[in-house]
């Protein structure tokens, strides 16, 4: 099935750092979307991108919709620890949706 | 408040056995969509619904089937529980059927198959 993926598969950050993490795909998705996870919980909607090179933000968040479609891009400045979590990108064809393996961020205070 | 539930959130089952999850939502949204969890694979859909009697296979749709006959309801079956059915399901429902605008996932469903 559809692939994509995700890096860096982990990350340790001293709070304060801004963390940048990127998913890619070998096909084209009419739709990017960032998750966060918490332990236990379901993921949670961070932000939707809908058509190419499109850069939004929600907060200290930024996403990027890349110009082949084919890929995506997410920032967050300033970390705290409660972006603790598993960061997941996920693309939609426009009936299927695929799901990256994830960013375990782990923040240090 | 409107919520999404799923019920049971955990549950040990034999192989063979004929096992359904339940998933309830009260946001009135007309997208659902079943998916599992597993660890190096991140989430897969399993189904997803459009609407009222409305049912799509999604990538790993194989061993499963699902059932539309209300807006807030969208069961998962398992036909015949297989050791390779153990994993994390989780439930959504969403405004649009990409996912975004108003989009929740229930707290997941942990199943077991001995």
């Known amino acids: 099935g559809q692939q994509l993926n995700q890096s860096p598969q982990s990350m340790f950050i001293q709070e304060g750092e801004d963390v940048s993490m990127n998913c890619t795909s070998s096909?084209?998705?009419?739709?990017w979307l960032w998750y966060k996870q918490d332990p236990g919980e379901g993921p949670v909607l961070l932000i939707a991108l809908y058509k190419a090179g499109e850069l939004t933000s929600n907060g200290r968040l930024t996403a990027q919709f890349g110009i082949t479609r084919k890929d995506s891009f997410l920032n967050i400045s300033a970390s705290i620890p409660s972006d603790v979590g598993i960061y997941f990108c996920?693309?939609?064809?426009?009936?299927?949706?695929?799901f990256g393996t994830g960013t375990s961020l782990t923040v240090i205070p | 408040d409107a919520e999404i539930t799923q019920s049971p959130r955990h549950k040990i089952t034999e192989t063979g056995r004929q096992v359904t999850l339940a998933c309830h939502q009260t946001w009135n949204h007309n997208n659902m969509f079943w998916y599992r969890q597993d660890l190096g694979h991140g989430l897969r859909l399993i189904h997803y619904s459009y609407g009222v009697q409305d049912t799509n296979k999604g990538e790993v749709s194989d061993g499963y089937s699902v059932s539309r006959s209300n807006t807030e309801d969208l069961p998962l079956t398992l036909e015949s529980a297989a050791s390779s059915q153990t994993s994390v399901y989780f439930c959504?429902?969403?405004?649009?059927?990409?996912?975004?605008?108003?989009?929740?996932f229930g707290q997941g469903t942990r199943l077991t198959v001995v």
């Open positions: 996920a693309g939609y064809t426009g009936n299927q949706f695929y």
């Open positions: 959504a429902s969403s405004e649009s059927r990409a996912g975004t605008g108003s989009s929740f």
């Open positions: 096909s084209i998705f009419n739709t």
